[in-house]
């Protein structure tokens, strides 16, 4: 397997790591907001309702950032930078 084809594999599993992160966190808002509408939350809740609309945009951007990776090396042939390669072997870790 060539390197190319086999970076493409990785940040084809990556992408779809952050795809699944990103559907927890939605999900996560998602139940919370049906649990608990929001004129009705206590301080407690105001702070769990934006820690989880923090988690949904987290999830978020990291999945574009990782999206935009993988198009570029799949669609223009541009091969990830040393220190994205980095970034990402110590967040999988």
């Not at 397997?1 to 927890?24: N, P, V």
């Not at 139940?31 to 608990?36: A, G, K, S, Y």
Request: glycine share 8%; net charge negative.
């Amino acid at each position: 397997m060539s390197d190319t084809k086999a970076l493409e594999e990785l940040w084809h599993e990556r992408l779809k790591g952050a795809q699944l992160r990103l559907e927890f966190a939605q999900s996560s808002l998602h139940e919370f907001l049906n649990e608990n509408p929001v004129g009705t939350l206590s301080a407690d809740g105001h702070y769990a309702y934006r820690q989880a609309v923090k988690e949904e945009t987290l999830a978020l951007l990291e999945y574009a950032r990782v999206q935009q990776i993988y198009q570029n090396l799949t669609v223009h042939g541009i091969i990830p930078d040393e220190d994205t390669l980095g970034k990402e072997a110590g967040a999988d870790g």
